[in-house]
């Protein structure tokens, strides 16, 4: 049974940092591409951060210099720590993992780690 759990959602003071995680069971985590989406209240899914199975990062925008996305396959896990947290940051985080094997896309998502920026 394929399964995603982030972690590490709460609520934080603009300026700070925090850290989430996602712990992947079910699949062979090291062949797949893990990503960070978000969604905030009324506003669509946007992609945060892809991390590759090879390791190669990708970021959105506005979180280019504040998020870092890493992965460990020994723990089939990945992970995003995000800093100089803005009010704008507000949204659920959802992990998701990809993989293309021609003529079939495997997409798993996680149920999703509310976190707010708030003073």
């Known amino acids: 049974q394929v399964q995603l759990v982030e972690s590490g959602g709460g609520l934080v003071q603009p300026g700070g940092s925090l850290r989430l995680s996602c712990a992947a069971s079910?699949?062979?985590?090291?062949?797949?591409?893990m990503s960070w989406y978000r969604q905030a209240p009324g506003k669509e899914r946007e992609l945060v951060a892809v991390?590759?199975?090879?390791?190669?990062?990708y970021y959105g925008d506005s979180m280019k210099g504040r998020f870092t996305i890493s992965r460990d396959n020994a723990k089939n896990t990945v992970y995003l720590q995000m800093n100089s947290l803005k009010p704008e940051d507000t949204a659920v985080y959802y992990c998701?993992?990809?993989?293309?094997?021609?003529?079939?896309?495997?997409?798993?998502w996680g149920q999703g780690t509310q976190v707010t920026v708030s003073s």
């Open positions: 991390i590759s199975s090879a390791g190669s990062t």
């Open positions: 079910g699949f062979t985590f090291s062949r797949y591409a």
């Open positions: 998701n993992a990809h993989l293309v094997l021609l003529p079939t896309t495997y997409d798993y």
